[in-house]
């Protein structure tokens, strides 16, 4: 069974960084991507922040996204990252991970929306204060 565990959420100040990780179990390999949302507060729509497939060449983002946040993949310990830098606090939500299965070397260009993902944490508190 797959399990994704969010976790280094947290209050911080703005222009601050902050990295979140994503420890993934459960799949037989490491073909799978990775994908970042978030959900503001009051929205019901999870915001794409960033995938990464299975190499850390193999990345997507939107344009908001580029150069302030930047996706990595650990794959001794299984852990994805987000790194953020530079918060504001409308970065203020609570942050998901995702996975999908890809075949080996799929270009992540592709995946960008909530519905391609079908495996989903529970999400982690980022506030960002002014």
């Known amino acids: 069974q797959v399990q994704l565990v969010e976790s280094g959420g947290g209050l911080v100040q703005s222009g601050e960084s902050l990295t979140l990780s994503c420890r993934v179990s459960g799949f037989t390999s490491a073909n799978y991507a990775t994908g970042w949302f978030r959900q503001a507060p009051g929205k019901e729509e999870r915001e794409w922040l960033g995938?990464?497939?299975?190499?850390?060449?193999?990345?997507n983002y939107p344009d908001f996204a580029k150069g302030r946040f930047v996706a990595a993949r650990d794959f001794a310990e299984n852990i994805v990252t987000l790194r953020m830098n530079n918060l504001k606090p409308e970065d203020t939500g609570v942050y998901f991970c995702?996975?999908?299965?890809?075949?080996?070397?799929?270009?992540?260009?592709?995946?960008?929306?909530?519905?391609?993902?079908?495996?989903w944490g529970r999400g982690t508190q980022v506030t960002v204060s002014s």
């Open positions: 995938t990464i497939g299975d190499s850390n060449d193999n990345t």
């Open positions: 995702a996975a999908i299965e890809i075949s080996p070397g799929w270009p992540v260009v592709s995946l960008y929306w909530a519905g391609q993902f079908h495996l």
